[in-house]
């Protein structure tokens, strides 16, 4: 692939930050709704998350 197309098909880090944050908001939005985790849930286990990687 040229280096011309490569760009013409690239985003940026702000795009790409913006995007997923939009698909992850959706699923758990999804999730919520059909009663399969609640949001203080989700808190806990990013809250676990984060502390297995700072180990």
Do not use: F, P, W
């Not at 011309?4 to 944050?21: D, G, N």
Request: glycine share 4%.
């Amino acid at each position: 692939m040229s280096e011309q197309a490569r760009t013409a098909e690239s985003i940026s880090l702000e795009q790409l930050v913006v995007s997923h944050s939009y698909e992850m908001l959706a699923l758990i939005t999804v999730l919520e709704k059909k009663g399969i985790l609640n949001r203080q849930e989700l808190i806990e286990v990013i809250k676990e998350l984060q502390s297995a990687g700072e180990d």
